[in-house]
């Protein structure tokens, strides 16, 4: 009896002696600075990120999306298997009790019986009725149990990180469309701007013409050049059209569902954005956080491999009753101890197999978590090179567009007069659209490049919440 209280309180205590596993190291180390940053953002980081580009219509669409996404309404799911995954995988941490209550009635029909049988041919029916507490566990030596919860436990971390970075791309990409179709609406505006005005000028090289003061050569021009603008139109419907289509599914809902209002192109602007510093990215991208969760769980799954490989101890307690009466059944208690040693002799290398391939596991995620790393950097990079060389065209396109207005009247002004041809009126018309709409398709970009640092950046996600 002493001995086996002797053993069951060294292997709790060898059990409560079972350390954490180690922390995750990716072994790089990260740039001092930014290699693009001109500046430094004095723009704090905000969860709400999208509020910076001050539109409460696209507030009101990415509060939509984070309600209705299905998207993020599957990850949330996948978070509450993650949650009982964890509870199933530190069940065994702790004994496991059951009770147990039986009753029995064995009748013999014919005959004597036999040695298998408690009914004989002087006591045909015999009834047995019994009760039970029983508690079992495996003692964990080899912390194979506590790395199967730590596992878990880093799983779930892991799922958490998931659905941020689901709920980041969903917003990014909500903010990406909605700013698209505004664009396509003003390139949409443009195009109808300049096929009015082109057809202005049809109607006076018309009355040119019908006067003897024009060639049908000049008359052909422009009567091709409404043609091409008016081509242009069809397809910029279709690129708003498919924005819009893409930004309802985003939002969880039919295309026909999704209204946006008549906010204006020119009224989202762009915030500037703090950048922290490089070694910063790692806690403030969700999915770098998850590459690190999903290289700890792998750590953790190598040390419940190995401990697979050694014996183990299980212990058993069992109290109880029994009696041929139910009214009897509290009157004979008895209790039961026991313990087990299971040791792995021969599996054909299954077990080291097994560990190996934990092993390798924790080296791939190993280099995925590297390359999550690397390439983070990278994103970053590239918005703040993407941000500063469309600065960098916003202002010469500024000039291209003024001139070319300027071009445009003075060109149309000297056609009325009869003192310029055609051809002039002709190319400053496409030079001036072409500008025009290149104003905003930069514009776009800019916006763009703004909302993929946000995304390069982490968004809002809370570093607290690791």
């Known amino acids: 009896m002493n001995k086996r209280y002797s053993l ?7 059990n409560a002696c079972t350390g954490n596993p180690p922390t995750v190291d990716s072994g790089i180390t990260p740039p001092a600075a930014w290699q693009y940053a001109e500046r430094e953002a004095a723009q704090a980081v905000n969860q709400r990120w999208w509020t910076h580009f001050a539109s409460p219509q696209l507030n009101r669409l990415i509060d939509q999306a984070r309600r209705d996404s299905y998207d993020v309404a599957a990850a949330m799911a996948r978070v509450r298997q993650a949650q009982a995954s964890a509870v199933i995988a530190g069940a065994p941490l702790l004994p496991e009790v059951n009770f147990n209550l039986t009753a029995s009635r064995e009748k013999l029909l014919r005959g004597s019986g036999n040695s298998t049988l408690d009914a004989s041919e002087s006591n045909k029916t015999v009834d047995s009725f019994g009760a039970n507490l029983t508690a079992s566990y495996e003692v964990d030596f080899w912390g194979g149990r506590a790395a199967a919860r730590d596992s878990a436990l880093q799983s779930l971390r892991a799922s958490e990180f998931d659905q941020a970075t689901v709920e980041l791309t969903l917003l990014s990409n909500v903010a990406d469309r909605y700013a698209q179709t505004l664009a396509a609406r003003q390139r949409e505006q443009i195009a109808e701007l300049n096929l009015a005005n082109a057809r202005n000028v049809l109607d006076l090289v018309q009355t040119r013409y019908d006067a003897g003061a024009a060639t049908a050569l000049a008359l052909a021009q422009q009567k091709s050049l409404v043609a091409s603008q008016q081509r242009q139109l ?9 924005s819009q289509i893409t930004l309802a599914a985003l939002l969880g809902q039919p295309v026909q569902s999704l209204n946006l209002g008549a906010e204006p192109f020119q009224a989202l602007t762009w915030p500037a954005i703090g950048l922290g510093v490089p070694s910063q990215l790692l ?5 770098l956080a998850q590459a690190e969760a999903q290289l700890a769980a792998a750590s953790a799954d190598v040390t419940v491999a190995r401990a697979a490989m050694l014996p183990t101890v299980t212990l058993g307690a069992t ?8 009214e009897d059944i509290l009157r004979s208690p008895f209790y039961n101890l026991t313990s087990g040693l299971v040791a792995p002799i021969f599996n054909n290398g299954r077990l080291s197999a097994e560990r190996d391939k934990a092993r390798a596991r924790q080296e791939e995620l190993l280099q995925t978590y590297r390359g999550a790393i690397i390439n983070g950097f990278a994103d970053v990079e ?10 960098e065209q916003r202002d010469w396109q500024s000039e291209e567009l003024q001139q070319a207005q300027t071009a445009f009247q003075i060109a149309e002004n000297r056609y009325r007069a009869g003192a310029e041809d055609l051809l002039t009126v002709l190319e400053t018309q496409r030079t001036l659209y072409a500008a025009q709409d290149l104003n905003v398709q930069l514009r776009l970009s800019r916006l763009q490049a703004s909302i993929a640092l946000y995304k390069a950046l ?3 996600w809370n570093a607290d919440s690791r």
């Not at 806690?283 to 999915?287: I, K, L, Y």
């Open 382 to 391: 590239k918005s703040l090179s993407g941000i500063i060389r469309l600065d």
């Open 234 to 242: 069809p397809l910029i419907q279709q690129v708003a059209e498919e």
């Open 458 to 460: 982490g968004g809002g």
């Open 8 to 14: 069951l309180g060294a292997c709790l205590l060898l």
């Open 319 to 326: 109290l109880g009753s029994g009696a041929n009466q139910a």
């Open 283 to 287: 806690s403030r991208r969700p999915d």
